[in-house]
């Protein structure tokens, strides 16, 4: 019965530590590639995107999501 309430506190407490993640506004995330003159670099840093798409780094999500 421990080790039922133990699991169920460790999962409440990741839950609600990745819902603020979740949560953000993508302008908050993508707030410096609003400017639309600014280019994207063709680093390869892959950015899991809120529409199930990976994208190759965070400036092509913000570009395709704006």
Known sequence: MKA???LVLLS???LSFFSDVAGQDIEEICR???NRSVYCTRESNPHC???GIT??????FC???L
């Open 12 to 14: 409440l407490l990741l």
């Open 49 to 51: 995107g809120t529409d």
């Open 63 to 65: 570009k395709a999501v």
């Open 55 to 60: 994208y190759g780094n965070k400036c092509a």
């Open 32 to 34: 410096e590639f609003v």
């Open 4 to 6: 039922t309430g133990a």
